[in-house]
């Protein structure tokens, strides 16, 4: 198994040489893909308070 080769378990995970030079072990990996989860996550609900309102809305309502 080269150096840009990673074992989890039953699982081998290839990641390119720089990426593989970050990650001693899978507890790296799995707490990077978490952080990454989280401000995904972070920023899909605050992208959805954020967006306007359909112009649908108060279409009825006089100026």
Do not use: C, W, Y
């Amino acid at each position: 198994m080269g150096p840009e080769r990673k074992s989890f378990g039953k699982t081998t995970i290839r990641l390119e040489p720089d990426v593989a030079q970050v990650f001693p072990n899978a507890d790296a990996v799995n707490e990077a893909l978490r952080f990454l989860i989280r401000v995904v996550q972070d920023n899909q609900v605050s992208a959805f308070t954020k967006q306007p309102h359909s112009s649908s809305e108060g279409a009825d309502k006089t100026p």
